[in-house]
């Protein structure tokens, strides 16, 4: 592995993260690791760091059709409590994956827990939103093959997903 400066594809990525919604208020922050190009950020910050230098600091403003998407207006869909493992404690904010009309997996959040009932909706909590990033560019290195060939970047340790 080679150390660089630039952000490009193939590259693994390190940075600090704000995320603020459009009223200023803080939504999350911490640090992420992963591979550029590989759409493993949403594709608005990731197209803004592309060329960034390691130590730069940018603001990045992410439109929701460059984010989480349009927001759908759907209502929530109800679902019996029993359609879920007994054992398994639900609360709002939840992700799960539901099945779609050809089998495919579809992300849907739990936005409300009523007697025998859990609502769900398909839209990403933050769909919608204009989304606001203070980036810090911690370090940038050429990705391993492992790396490139998983579409993610690995710890110090290797990887621990299979």
Do not use: C
């Not at 929701?64 to 404690?89: H, I, K, N, T, W």
């Not at 409300?112 to 909706?121: F, N, S, T, W």
């Not at 919608?128 to 980036?135: I, Q, S, Y």
Request: glycine residues 12%; negative net charge.
């Amino acid at each position: 592995m080679s150390e660089t400066s630039t952000i490009g594809a193939d590259r693994a990525v390190s940075l600090k993260y704000t995320l603020s919604g459009t009223d200023g208020s803080v939504i999350e922050s911490g640090q992420i690791d992963y591979l550029h190009g590989y759409q493993n950020i949403v594709p608005g910050l990731e197209s803004a760091l592309d060329g960034a230098e390691v130590g730069a600091n940018l603001q990045v403003e992410v439109p929701p059709e460059l984010g989480y998407g349009a927001r759908l207006e759907v209502p929530p869909q109800r679902v019996p409590r029993e359609s879920f493992p007994a054992e398994m404690e639900i609360a709002e904010g939840m992700q799960f994956h539901a099945r779609g009309p050809a089998g495919e997996a579809l992300p849907v959040w739990v936005v409300g827990v009523e007697e025998g009932v859990v609502l769900i909706d398909p839209n990403h909590p933050l769909a919608g939103e204009t989304l606001h990033f203070d980036v810090t560019i911690l370090s940038v290195r050429d990705a391993t093959s492992e790396e490139l060939q998983h579409g993610h970047i690995h710890g110090p340790d290797g990887h621990g997903h299979h």
